[in-house]
């Protein structure tokens, strides 16, 4: 399966909303555990290897570029 980076939440700004409220009141610690677990909780839904190294590759292309651009 191809990785689809085309637009394709459904109701984008309450799943927003919903992750943001999942951090309120977490320590930094806690936080970033929510994110690990949720990654590998998706991770494990996707289930396809091909398709989740297609979006590891792409979330860290996307970050070395932000990087990039701040420097």
């Known amino acids: 399966m191809a990785l689809n980076t085309a637009p394709n939440l459904e109701a984008a700004d309450a799943f927003?909303?919903?992750l943001i409220?999942?951090?309120?009141?977490?320590?930094?610690?806690?936080?970033h555990e929510l994110n690990a677990?949720?990654?590998?909780?998706?991770?494990?839904h996707v289930g396809e290897a091909d398709t989740l190294n297609q979006a590891l590759a792409a979330a860290r292309a996307s970050v070395l570029a932000a990087t990039q651009e701040a420097s």
């Open 21 to 31: 409220d999942a951090h309120r009141d977490l320590t930094s610690a806690q936080s």
């Open 37 to 44: 677990k949720l990654v590998l909780l998706l991770a494990n």
């Open 16 to 18: 927003y909303e919903a």
